[in-house]
């Protein structure tokens, strides 16, 4: 299940990215400036609605774009911005009502636009996810979407998805997986005892022995695509795609040491707390990777500790949850740490809502004795910092809604985005048009070196990606994953073949 609900998408609101979009955003704030920075970077036409004066003015100061102050639910106002014509409506304002009627009183009158909705209210997701389902065959055909909504966005589910990847990776990267794919790109750090510590990039075959590709390089300078010139150091992180099973060599080989991890502990017994114990507990069958670390569910039920300082959230989480520890209490009280001994944890997670106290508290309780931390944040840029708190995951949450928006804002033949690199890069999932400049070449003939790396083929009529080799022949219908600079359009418009 992932963060997002996708309903039927008519025909006539298919676009591409290659032509320049007519986009109104509704709600200002962290995640519409951002979506809007994006956008405007792609050279797209954005215009942004609130109707708050000051999130009106800091975000005119901050954009290239036009910025009003008005009602974003008022059809007039739409109307006056051009809704008419819109290629798409994206409702992120702070107020689940607000951003459901948007769509719903739009798709009324203009059914056109494709409508994004950003929905935080957990009973609205489920119960319209239950609806869609129940009723999948009369909203497979010419009836308009539930509430007039083409895709309903919900950031818990999202956040708390990654919280459990990491989890399942031994919280020691960040991880990119890709549907119906046994490859994932993981971020890892380079210790000091690692053997890639001073080695050229091209010589790292003469170390392993499976498949693997260094997809990015991350350095205090910042991130690029390495070349096999590329010297690798201490403290750098890099970007490695590889089978999911050769996970523990990829771990091994840039000298991380990996404890199996036993006791857990989840600060944090709100929304995404739940849905992240939910999904560690109750799961009925854990992956390979998951076992690796003895995270079976008898393990996780018997070592699950939550822990939170709202008496209606503990008694809810200890109902729901017979199987773990609920303490209540402040997880930054050092006497309360002490008696529960929750230092002695191995991995703590922390999915509070102040974000900013949840990477403080990563770092106080790893100066207590804890050796493994997740912290949800707030962006990417929070990541950073997290990570030079001692942080060893950080789950960046308003990400992972725009990339989810951006995914739907990108046409039929772009099917996913994730940015990589604190948002230098970003990973895109496409299929490969007739019409492109690529279309019957081979990888060797097109390469270029620094622009972007392809990462993942699926050739046309196969269930399975494969490492792309240099005579590998792109055809129609290849699925394909590349890596590439955030809002380059040109490379997209050489794989699709659209202006």
């Known amino acids: 299940m992932t963060g997002e609900l996708n309903f039927y998408l008519p025909p006539c609101a298919s676009f591409y990215i290659m032509e320049a979009m007519n986009i109104l955003i509704v709600g200002a704030g962290f995640t519409g400036v951002q979506l809007a920075k994006r956008l405007i970077d792609e050279k797209n036409n954005v215009t942004l609605i609130d109707n708050d004066p000051e999130t009106v003015r800091h975000a005119a100061n901050r954009l290239d774009c036009t910025v009003l102050e008005a009602d974003g639910n008022n059809l007039e106002t739409l109307e006056e911005c051009g809704i008419a014509k819109a290629d798409a409506l994206v409702a992120v304002s702070g107020n689940d009502e607000v951003n459901m009627i948007t769509c719903s009183l739009v798709d009324a009158v203009y059914p056109r636009p494709v409508k994004i909705a950003r929905v935080r209210n ?33 950031p818990d589910v999202e956040a708390a998805e990654a919280i459990v990847k990491a989890v399942e990776h031994g919280a020691v990267s960040e991880v990119v997986s890709f549907e119906d794919s046994k490859y994932e790109l993981t971020r890892l750090r380079i210790e000091k005892e690692s053997p890639l510590d001073g080695l050229e990039l091209k010589n790292i075959r003469t170390l392993i022995d499976f498949k693997c590709v260094v997809v990015f390089l991350e350095t205090e300078s910042g991130a690029i695509l390495p070349s096999g010139d590329t010297v690798l150091k201490a403290g750098n992180f890099i970007g490695v ?22 006791r857990i502990g989840l600060v944090g017994a709100g929304r995404i707390g739940t849905i992240v114990a939910d999904r560690l507990i109750e799961r009925r069958k854990a992956s390979p990777i998951a076992r690796l ?9 018997q070592d699950f500790v939550i822990i939170d300082n709202d008496d209606g959230l503990c008694k809810e989480a200890s109902e729901r949850f017979p199987e773990a520890k609920v303490f209540c209490g402040n997880i930054t009280d050092e006497s309360f740490i002490e008696e529960e001994k929750l230092n002695e944890l191995n991995l703590l997670i922390c999915t509070m809502h102040n974000h900013e106290l949840n990477m403080v508290v990563c770092a106080y309780l790893e100066s207590m004795g804890i050796k493994k931390t997740i912290a949800l944040v707030t962006s990417s840029a929070f990541s950073q910092i997290s990570a030079k708190l001692g942080v060893d995951v950080s789950v960046p949450l ?6 989810s928006i951006l995914s739907h804002l990108h046409g039929k033949s772009v099917t996913g985005i994730h940015t990589v690199c604190s948002g230098e890069y970003e990973i895109v999932e496409c299929d490969l048009s007739a019409s492109s400049k690529f279309m019957g070449k081979a990888l060797k003939d097109i390469a270029s070196p620094g622009e972007y790396l392809l990462l993942l083929v699926k050739k046309n009529g196969s269930e399975h990606y494969e490492l792309p080799q240099g005579d ?3 055809e129609i219908g290849d699925h394909l994953i590349l890596i590439e600079k955030s809002g380059e359009k040109k490379l997209l418009e050489k794989f699709s073949g659209l202006k």
Do not use: W
Not at 128 to 139: D, I, M, R, S, V
Not at 398 to 403: F, G, L, P, R, S
């Open 241 to 262: 795609l590889a089978d999911k099973e050769n996970l523990s060599k990829v771990l091994t080989l840039c000298g991380t040491q990996v404890d199996l991890i036993k």
């Open 398 to 403: 308003q990400d992972a809604v725009v990339d």
């Open 122 to 154: 957990y009973a609205y997701y489920i119960n319209t996810a239950a609806a869609a389902k129940h009723h999948a065959e009369t909203f497979s055909g010419k009836h308009r979407p539930l509430y007039g909504i083409d895709y309903m966005i919900h």
């Open 472 to 474: 590998t022949k792109l």
């Open 293 to 301: 670390f003895g995270l079976g569910k008898k393990s996780i039920a």
